[in-house]
């Protein structure tokens, strides 16, 4: 038409590689599993529910996806080591994404000891180590890229229910991926974030009933939904593609504009 353009859309863009995903049998880490394998990753699952994971990865190879799961608890800091060492002698570890976490909401006076170790166990030290194993792999090749997956509780407190631990965690994973970052760099491994504000998953049904979800929304988030994994999955996919490389040590928010 004359006076008009068509408008260019860029092609998917395509990854390749392995890619280790902790915290992969369902929910967030799931999506992600899903999205980098559609791009053309092999995908490693990582997960301590194996009934889960399994079906996970059978489900995603029906689809015609190189995936596939490992029972591995990533808290066991030599046992996930040694699972990267062993995938990376068959095939270079090109992403690793540290996703593994739980979550619990008690209030903060009422949190034991025992409780907060556990959710800094997994949320922080468990993917500092991760972090750290991968970076060893990549390092003599320099390349690679690391994602961890933080939260808008990082930024801003949770507002549906007190999270205190959890929020502590995941502002300091925030500040575990710019503090890599600075320091992988210049070694060729790009260290990023994503932080999600509420995601539709298993783990935060379990937490909020769907009427707190339905207020939360309503009053927290302008684009008007929940997140969806894929969501996630496909911030993390950008962040470690080539369209992706000059992105470094930043946690992307990925909230719908809840934090706008």
């Known amino acids: 038409m004359s006076g008009s353009r068509a408008i260019q859309t860029e092609p998917v863009r395509s990854l390749s590689g392995l890619a280790v995903i902790t915290g992969a049998a369902k929910g967030i880490g799931l999506g992600i599993a899903e999205v980098v394998a559609e791009r053309g990753m092999r995908v490693v699952l990582v997960d301590t529910d194996a009934t889960a994971g399994e079906a996970a990865a059978e489900r995603l190879r029906s689809s015609g996806l190189r995936v596939e799961f490992a029972a591995t608890d990533v808290c066991d800091i030599d046992a996930f080591a040694d699972l990267l060492q062993a995938l990376d002698t068959h095939d270079p570890l090109e992403v690793l994404v540290n996703n593994a976490g739980i979550l619990r909401s008690t209030p903060?006076?009422?949190?034991?000891?025992?409780?907060?170790?556990?959710?800094?166990?997994?949320?922080?030290?468990?993917?500092?180590?991760?972090?750290?194993a991968a970076a060893r792999l990549m390092?003599?090749?320099?390349?690679?890229?690391?994602v961890n997956i933080s939260s808008t509780t990082a930024f801003?407190?949770?507002?549906?229910?007190?999270?205190?631990?959890?929020?502590?965690?995941?502002?300091?994973?925030?500040?575990?991926?710019?503090?890599?970052?600075?320091?992988?760099?210049?070694?060729?491994?790009?260290?990023?974030?994503?932080?999600?504000?509420?995601?539709?998953?298993?783990?935060?049904?379990?937490?909020?009933?769907?009427e707190q979800l339905r207020a939360h929304v309503?009053?927290?988030?302008?684009?008007?939904?929940?997140?969806?994994?894929?969501?996630?999955?496909?911030?993390?996919?950008?962040?470690?593609?080539?369209?992706?490389?000059?992105?470094?040590?930043?946690?992307m928010v990925v909230d719908g504009g809840k934090l706008t």
């Open 139 to 146: 390092l003599p090749r320099e390349r690679g890229a690391i």
């Open 156 to 210: 801003q407190p949770a507002t549906i229910l007190p999270q205190s631990v959890y929020s502590t965690s995941k502002a300091g994973l925030k500040m575990l991926t710019t503090a890599a970052a600075r320091e992988l760099a210049p070694h060729g491994i790009r260290v990023t974030g994503v932080a999600p504000s509420t995601i539709d998953t298993p783990m935060v049904r379990d937490q909020a009933t769907d």
């Open 108 to 132: 903060l006076i009422e949190v034991m000891p025992d409780e907060f170790d556990a959710i800094v166990d997994v949320n922080l030290r468990a993917a500092f180590f991760a972090l750290q």
């Open 218 to 251: 309503a009053a927290k988030v302008p684009i008007g939904r929940l997140g969806t994994p894929r969501d996630i999955g496909e911030a993390v996919a950008y962040l470690v593609s080539d369209a992706g490389s000059y992105v470094l040590g930043h946690t």
